[in-house]
Nanobody, 124 residues
Framework: QVQLVDSGGELVQAGDLLRLSCIAP????????MAWFRQTPGKKREFVVS????????DYSEAVKGRFTAYRDADKNTAYLRMSGLKPEDTAVYYC?????????????????WGQGTQVTVSS
């Protein structure tokens, strides 16, 4: 069982920068692809970005491409999501996830482990 701990969400203003973290303690990070999804009340969980096991392959949704940067630190078993140019429509609970394969995926169903979520609120 992999326990993910995501953190870093807070209330910020439009245009601000924020970095989320996702720690998978006690696990070899390179064995898992990791991802970030987000969800607002009443809506399905939305794909944001997926990072391959090596960290070399990164797939961004069109909504965040060019503004968000995902990367991972294998030594710390941690994945990061650096968010710049934040917009009010980025407001959501952000979840990190991991799957037992090294390849990226955009599908919620293909992820085996989830963090508890961290709230990001962007005011206009």
């Amino acid at each position: 069982q992999v326990q993910l701990v995501d953190s870093g969400g807070e209330l910020v203003q439009a245009g601000d920068l924020l970095r989320l973290s996702c720690i998978a303690p006690g696990r070899t990070a390179s064995a898992y692809a990791m991802a970030w999804f987000r969800q607002t009340p009443g809506k399905k969980r939305e794909f944001v970005v997926s990072i391959g096991g090596s960290g070399g392959s990164v797939d961004y949704s069109e909504a965040v491409k060019g503004r968000f940067t995902a990367y991972r630190d294998a030594d710390k078993n941690t994945a990061y999501l650096r968010m710049s140019g934040l917009k009010p429509e980025d407001t959501a609970v952000y979840y990190c996830a991991a799957r037992r394969y090294v390849t990226t995926s955009r599908s919620v169903a293909e992820y085996d482990y989830w963090g508890q979520g961290t709230q990001v609120t962007v005011s206009s």
